[in-house]
């Protein structure tokens, strides 16, 4: 059974950093995309940031000057740094990933079950 697992988050000031990280874990043939999606109080499942297998990133507006992405492909991980959070990056935020099965070589959407980000003022 394929799973992914998120850490990381927690309780931050205004101003401060977070890392989030996320695992692939399970008996699968490859990873494609991996990303963070976040869902705060009251609105739907947004999307943060994406990095290919290759490394190609990809980074909505909000995130750009303030969260990096990245992963580790022998390590099955991908992490999200966030910088300057502001109490509007307070969300679930999940990790999603694009994995292969063996059983039919089919890529499929993986979700983690969410780490919680609360951002104080």
């Known amino acids: 059974q394929v799973q992914l697992m998120e850490s990381g988050g927690g309780l931050v000031q205004a101003g401060g950093s977070l890392r989030l990280s996320c695992v692939a874990s399970?008996?699968?043939?490859?990873?494609?995309?991996m990303g963070w999606y976040r869902r705060a109080p009251g609105k739907q499942r947004e999307l943060v940031a994406t990095i290919s297998s290759g490394g190609d990133t990809n980074l909505v507006d909000f995130a750009k000057d303030r969260f990096t992405i990245s992963r580790d492909n022998d390590k099955k991980m991908v992490y999200l740094q966030m910088n300057s959070l502001k109490p509007e990056d307070t969300a679930v935020y999940y990790c999603?990933?694009?994995?292969?099965?063996?059983?039919?070589?089919?890529?499929?959407?993986?979700w983690g079950q969410g780490t919680q980000v609360t951002v104080t003022s």
């Open positions: 999603y990933a694009d994995i292969a099965w063996i059983q039919d070589y089919r890529f499929r959407a993986h």
């Open positions: 399970g008996t699968f043939l490859s990873i494609n995309d």
